[in-house]
Antibody, heavy 122, light 108 residues
């Protein structure tokens, strides 16, 4: 069955860095775009970033552009989110999410991980 | 940036119908998808491409779209439908994924 497992969350001071990982299994990883979506405590869903199936296209929310970098290693079935210059407002549960359409235009998310919690606090 | 607006809350009695709206500029030209998120859980897709239902989602969940508004309708509401619901589109003009503001459905 399709699984997405996030790791790498934790408590970090403002201005520091953190790298999240998302390991996929149960599907042909290299055929699907992967998103990161976050949810601050008690708040709604916020899209963060997307990498295309081959890593050739990468997109970012305005709130993280220039600070976060998404990448993927299809040989390891893993997507990464490098988060630099972290701010308290980046505190959230970060979900790794599969885009449903293989090799196609971006659409909806059919599988979500359980999330990894990032807390930015001094 | 593109914005999707939902009512913050909807209350409905068991067995009645809940209607959740999602407004966005020119939403008619975009595909709208809906997610259910129960407390402490990851979101689950309940409607995609405006009206389609994933396998395993009850027929009580249906989607529609007209003008600048998309709608998720939950018929014969059950206590287990109590959750937050989000609409979502891919905005190709900005290459951004956009989620609605979210609607909390309370079953009375």
């Amino acid at each position: 069955q399709v699984q997405l497992v996030e790791s790498g969350g934790g408590v970090v001071q403002p201005g520091r860095s953190l790298r999240l990982s998302c390991a996929g299994s149960g599907f042909t990883f290299s055929r699907h775009a992967i998103h990161w979506v976050r949810q601050a405590p008690g708040k709604g869903l916020e899209w963060v970033s997307l990498t295309s199936h081959d890593g050739g296209n990468k997109f970012y929310a305005d709130s993280v552009k220039g600070r976060f970098t998404i990448s993927r290693d299809n040989s390891q079935n893993t997507v990464y989110l490098q988060m630099n210059s972290l701010r308290p407002e980046d505190t959230a549960l970060y979900y790794c999410v599969r885009d449903a359409r293989p090799l196609g235009t971006y659409s909806y998310s059919d599988y979500w991980g359980q999330g990894t919690l990032v807390t930015v606090s001094s | 940036s593109y914005v999707l607006t939902q009512p913050p809350s909807v209350s409905v009695a068991p067995g009645q119908t809940a209607t959740i709206t999602c407004e966005g500029d020119n939403i008619g030209s975009k595909s709208v998808h809906w997610y259910q998120q129960k407390a402490g859980q990851a979101p689950v897709l309940v409607v995609y491409y405006d009206t389609d239902r994933p396998s395993g989602i009850p027929e009580r969940f249906s989607g529609s779209k007209s003008g600048n508004m998309a709608t998720l309708t939950i018929s014969s509401v059950e206590a287990g439908d109590e959750a937050d619901y989000y609409c979502q589109v891919w905005d190709s003009s900005s290459d951004h994924n956009v989620f609605g503001t979210g609607t909390k459905v309370t079953v009375l």
